[in-house]
């Protein structure tokens, strides 16, 4: 009888095109834990840093240049407590998705958790995208986003996003080499994408060469 396998599907997504909604539904149909804002509760709790204050430090990453000047403030000597705020709250939320790996199946949402887990044979890495009229569209109706404010809170986000992940692995964001699949959400239903997704990883994860790791 074939040992089961661990399921570690990272779910990286541009704003409004419904990855987080994929990540719940893929979750719950896989029966396995899902972290996407607990993930942020749990890397506070383990760490002893403000939930808020991190989300915050996140979102100052519109500005690629601030970041990285208030990252670069503490970093003069060597060693952790040079550690600028930034990058003391990027080592906490590595540490929380290492351990959350180490300790079974899961679905994570954002938080650079491809990158964390790149070295994990098990972890399918994915990243959701669609066209900016499809991303407006499920912004407005599904999210709430009023239409008025859509493109500047699609745009700030993406932006944020790309320089945080940029700055913390090197990396740019989007980008189809750092990830196992790509698929652009506009034209297919989640369940679509869900099952989509779930054929993938049972095809990567039992294919005879990596069955021999």
């Not at 994915?126 to 599904?142: G, S």
């Not at 790309?162 to 989007?174: E, F, I, L, P």
Request: proline letters at 2%.
């Amino acid at each position: 009888m074939s040992e089961e396998r661990k399921t570690i599907i990272t779910i990286s997504r541009e704003f409004g095109s419904g990855g987080r909604l994929i990540g719940q539904r893929l979750a719950e149909r896989l029966g396995v834990p899902y972290y996407d804002k607990q993930l942020l509760d749990r890397i506070a709790e383990e760490s002893g840093y403000s939930a808020e204050m991190i989300r915050e430090s996140e979102m100052k990453a519109r500005n690629s240049f601030l970041y990285s000047l208030s990252s670069a403030m503490g970093v003069r000597d060597a060693g952790p407590e040079s550690m600028s705020l930034n990058e003391k709250f990027f080592k906490a939320q590595f540490d929380t998705i290492r351990r959350i790996a180490e300790e079974g199946s899961c679905v994570i949402v954002g938080r650079c958790s491809d990158y964390i887990l790149r070295n994990y044979p098990e972890a399918s890495h994915i990243f959701i995208y669609a066209e900016e009229e499809d991303k407006i569209r499920r912004a407005v109706e599904e999210y709430g986003v009023p239409e008025e404010s859509v493109h500047k809170l699609m745009k700030d986000t993406d932006k944020a996003r790309a320089n945080y992940y940029s700055y913390h692995t090197g990396r740019k964001w989007g980008e189809h080499q750092n990830y196992s699949l790509s698929i652009d959400s506009g034209f297919a239903e989640i369940e679509d994408i869900v099952d989509l997704i779930i054929r993938y990883n049972n095809v990567r994860l039992y294919r005879p060469e990596y069955k021999n790791r």
